[in-house]
């Protein structure tokens, strides 16, 4: 049976009491699983690797942060070399709250009676308590099992091993280079305050520290009182160019335990000075942070030893402080102390920073940045383009008024006897009237009546003669295309009147079958009805051999869904096959002493009231031009 004697340590009979009870309650748990995993142990099937069973024995309890992190990382350790995975047993001392002789001598039994009928291969103390009391017990318990003694304290005291299959595996506190990395954050920091536990193994852990703050020559300050509440009636006034160490506080001279994370918080928030600890699992209790021991890779480590010592690979060393560290600040106490980032060292990690868009998300920034401007410059050359486009239609379309300006005067010339002979008669008319009048009045014969008629006569004509001079004056003159609703059967009829005496003159027949009910289109009304007059010419042009009879000018409109089509149709001697593909082309012209203007004005004009026009020569001769036009919704 297990027992050895200690120094003198804390005693209270009620956490003696409780402890007791505690202890017993586990020892008849252990005892009942102890006999359940008796009948369950059983030599491997065959074939198949003994999965090595490892003991780990943690100074501490596992409520503590640090230990969760450890026990996780090992239970993550894969399989060893020769493929088994191991067994891992956790098992929590619980030394620095509770320190007792006669308990650990209680739960010295608790773990001899559960592991009685349990095969171990390994046995893992972590931490100095545990590695003292698996020291003192291997022998009597487990003898000739071999022991991985892990402890991440660094060159805390550790009790010399008492067995040859012993080997230690020691991580370098990193005390010096901790504190390095806060006087280059913090470089007007001289001195170090230092809170810990005032219990015996707490200040034992925590004794290094001392040594290590005057070797970087700063000035250790020992904040040590009776409570919590001492500790923080004190951090509010703490010297300037220092930083609040808190390297422990679980237990107070009353025995009373706190929670280190607690401590943590209530420290750091009342400290007039920056807060910072060695464990990384403490980042975000209020610690500014730095350099600090990354229990999960310590617990990374000491499983893939572990599972090493059980193969035969045992050694003792000591894994340096960079292996096992993280480089991590607090966003937020760096902005409570005004610390720049730019004073941190390269290769720092920043948490609990607000997020920010240039910051966490440079990359795609420029990214959308780039496209960004990509994309303006797209549309200003689009822009520009447009612009560029907008003009070019607009000399297009002052051109073509120009054009159809000089082709309607050509028109007009042509016409031109058609003009004179349709304003002699109105013209005629009126002499008529007037000598009648005359005649009347000389002859004492005029009665009111017949005054007031010729007189009425006399204005009809004058008014038609008006309009006659209007429609040519307008045909005349220079004109930009205006778009409108107009009638474009309207404009049809007003076509065929003003080429109606020219078509006498040249003994051609026209035939309009234009519906009198109106068609309304999007269109300037002066140059389709010069679209129309040209059509009509070129029909009475190429009929000049034809024979008079024959002579016949067709004019049709046909309305076909949104669009409404005019044709104009000859009896002459139509054109080539070869010829149809030039016909709107500017210059080109079959006719002698033609310009070839006529129909590529035609085109434009149909183009560019959203149209189309197009010319073909029918089987039994002559030929007929149609152009499309889109109805107006209005």
Known sequence: MYWRSRGPVIRRSRLRIACALLIISGMTAGGVLASNQTSVAREPQAGL???????????????????????????????????????????????????NDDLERRFGNAIQEKYKNRRLDLIVPVSSNAITFVNDIHG?????????????AGRTAVAKPTSPNVSVLSFENGIEPVLATIKAVLPETTGVVLSSGVSEAERRREAEVGVAVRAAGME????????????????????????????????????????????????????NRPAIM??????????????????????????????AAVSGQSRSETVPFATIATLTFDARQLERWQVDERRLPRGSLVAFRQPGLWRDYQRQALAVLGLLTVQAILILGLLFERRARRRAEMDSRRNLSLAAHVDRRAAMATLSGSIAHEL??????????????????????????????ILRAIRDEDARASQIVQR???????????????????????????????????????????????????????????????????????????????????????????????????????????????????????????????LAIARSTIEAHDGTIEGSAAA????????????SAI
């Open 49 to 99: 690797p003994a999965s090595p069973q490892i003991l780990v024995i943690f100074s501490d309890d596992a409520s503590q942060g640090w230990v969760r992190e450890l026990t996780d990382a090992i239970n993550a350790t894969g399989p060893g070399p020769d493929g088994a995975s191991p067994a891992w047993y956790f098992e929590y001392l619980d030394a620095v709250r509770f320190q």
């Open 140 to 152: 009597e318990l487990w003898p000739g099992v071999p022991v991985l003694a892990a402890n991440y």
């Open 220 to 271: 250790l300050i020992d904040l040590v009182a009776p409570s919590l509440a001492d500790i923080l009636a004190r951090v509010p006034h703490l010297p300037e160019r220092t930083v609040l160490f808190i390297a422990g506080g679980q237990v107070d001279a009353n025995g009373r335990a706190i929670p280190p994370w607690l401590t943590c918080e209530v420290l750091s928030r009342a400290a």
């Open 278 to 307: 060695l464990g990384s699992q403490f980042l975000g209790c209020g610690i500014i942070g730095g350099l600090m021991r990354d229990f999960t890779k310590i617990g990374a480590i000491i499983g893939q030893r572990a599972m």
């Open 424 to 453: 002699n008669q109105p013209l005629g008319s009126i002499l008529h009237n007037a000598e009648a009048a005359e005649m009347l009045v000389a002859s004492n014969r005029a009665s009111p009546e017949d005054l007031l008629e």
């Open 472 to 598: 040519h004056r307008e045909m005349l003159q220079k004109h930009d295309l205006e778009k409108r609703p107009i009638d474009v059967h309207a404009v049809a009829r007003e076509s065929v009147a003003l080429i109606a005496h020219e078509a006498d003159k040249r003994r051609v027949a026209i035939e309009s079958n234009v519906p009198a009910t109106p068609c309304l289109v999007m269109g300037d009304r002066i140059l389709l009805q010069q679209v129309v007059v040209n059509l009509i010419l070129n029909a009475m042009d190429a009929m000049a051999e034809t024979p008079v009879a024959r002579r016949r000018v067709t004019i049709r409109s046909l309305i076909a869904g949104a669009v409404v089509t005019i044709s104009v149709n000859d009896c002459g001697s139509g054109f080539a096959a070869d010829v149809g593909g030039h016909l709107f082309e500017p210059f080109f012209t079959s006719k002698p002493g033609g310009t070839g203007i006529g």
């Open 620 to 631: 039994e001769g002559g030929a007929t031009f149609r152009f499309t036009l889109p109805l």
